[in-house]
């Protein structure tokens, strides 16, 4: 190793970079308890933010709306996506004259799934929002649900196609050679065996469906606002506390979730079993 | 043995089924109206025109694109400036604290980006925390001007998408060996001609994806821009929102998607050519 001088500016930028991304979120959690009705004042402390915010019934209604879009994308996108990754990766048909083929529908496949990750979000809502529109849909909750689970697919299916790719197709194998059927060795091994992954991506999936803001601007109804929508249209008129208390407890919750699942991981590595979310 | 008949690859066809209806069509949808006229109340006409396409060489539009372009290069940089050195001081770390490290920068992603957002509005607002201290320490005399300003937007954009040019960034730094380095300084090369010849081409495949993962996002985040930067000048994004929810033009709208279409796909081509094996950058 070399002299221990050129590492000094590590700890200086890990430093720099950690308050950087986590100040701004300290600051709004601190305002949370502000007495003061301008958010970024200091002045006593206080839960009534809180408190106002739970009789906020706008407030309420947006947050039903953006739990029930991300439950139901969720049910669609995940065995969507699970199913579609499975399929992808299962053998191509031996037979030669149909390979090419097989090979170009997959590839095809496999294009216009992700191709969401690659698009702009602002082209994936303006082009439902007119695709929508054209149908004679009426925007609301489905309209919502159906962007969502559109959004959403991309991610669970590269999170799944990830972990089959890592798995040993003689497992499977051996399965069907012992004289279990396809859905059996499906059932019996390979699912178990993605479970993690298939769970990381509902996570994912349900992160990413609470969070948007662009697509649903476009595909949203007038009686179906969730949650970021409602959060963006107050910042717009003026910050509030109240917003404050809102994000304090979103910020709660997520620390809750990822301190829970960390424990979890801590566990299973205790068990002695091999860490199967660690590859996700 | 028999070869069995596999089906499997049918599952994936609900799959296929849903984003050909909900991606591909909408998509070639838009590609269609780009090329009519706009009806007078919402939607379009069957009249063929390539009057979208010319206003789009409006200087007026012109501006947004160099602008957008111009805004998601300096976010870029930026961010590479501050998640190159990150991700590699992250890489080096002992494996417990880089596992924490890693966390840390991931779990601001897990939580919505418009608290994010609205972190830095209190913070740099008339009356907030940073103009409390710049008015304390006697830099400035009034409160300074911070929020509502191009400067402020960059910073948004460059905080929401730093993790994005931190993980790949890190990943590629991650599987560098050290000693490739520590050979090259054996060798006799200064710290800054081992990082320029060895570290930095070594990593390019995680910086070029870095600077991909953030170049794109940029130019549609519209809200980010309008939030922090007061909604002063305009990005691509907000012109294609307000053609579709305010003026009522779809087709221009199609439009200027298409070209965001065609201006990501030379970024994402840009990108494979140098993030390719041979790097011929140096």
Redesign the interface.
Known sequence: M?GRG??A???V??TA??V?????????AL?SFSESK????MKGFTWDWYAKLTRDGAMGQALRTSLRVAGLSCLVSVP??T??????A?????KARFAKL?GGV?GL?EG??V??V???????G??????F??AGARFGIWTLV??H??FC?PYV?LIVKSRLAGLDPQLTEAA?DLGAG?ARAFWDVTLPLILPAIFSGTLLAV?MS??D??IS??VNGAQSTTL?LK??SS??AG?TPE??AL?TI??GV??L??ALS?LLRNDKKRGGKPDETDNV | MK??R?R?????????A???L??????L??LV?SFLQRDET??VTDILTLDNYRRLLDPIYIKVFTGSIGLAARATLLSLA??Y??A???A??KPKRRAA?T???V??F??????????????L?A???LNTLLLKLGIVELPAKLLYTQGAALLGMV?TL?PFMILPCHTAIERLDPRVT?AA?DLGAS?AKAFLTVTLPLTMPGIMSGCMLVF??T?????VY??LGGGKGAI??RV??DQ??SARN?PF??AL?VA??AL?GAV?ALQRRLGGRDIGFF
């Open positions: 070399r050129r590492s500016w590590r700890p930028i890990l970079v950690l950087f991304l986590y100040l701004p979120l300290a600051l709004v305002y301008v958010a970024g004042v969507l996506a199913l579609g990754a499975i399929g992808l299962a053998r191509q048909s031996r097989a997959r496949v216009v799934t191709l969401p690659m698009l702009p979000e602002v082209v994936l303006m082009s439902l929002m007119a695709a529109s054209m159906t962007a689970t559109t697919v299916y069907r396809p992160a609470f969070d803001v662009i601007m476009f970021p959060i963006y910042l717009r910050v917003i404050n994000c979103i910020l997520v620390c979730a990822v960390q | 070869p069995r596999d499997t690859a049918l599952l994936a066809a609900p799959m296929a849903w984003m050909a909900f991606t591909a069509l909408p998509l949808y838009i109206i919402w939607g501050v998640g050195p990150f590699y001081a992250m080096r770390a490290l966390l840390l920068v779990i601001p897990w939580t919505s980006s418009l608290m994010r957002v609205y972190g830095w509005m209190i913070l607002q009356n907030g925390p905080y730093l520590d300084r710290p794109v996002p130019m549609g985040l519209y809200y309008d939030l691509l994004g294609i929102h579709m929810l779809p709208g199609a998607s965001l279409i990501t994402v």
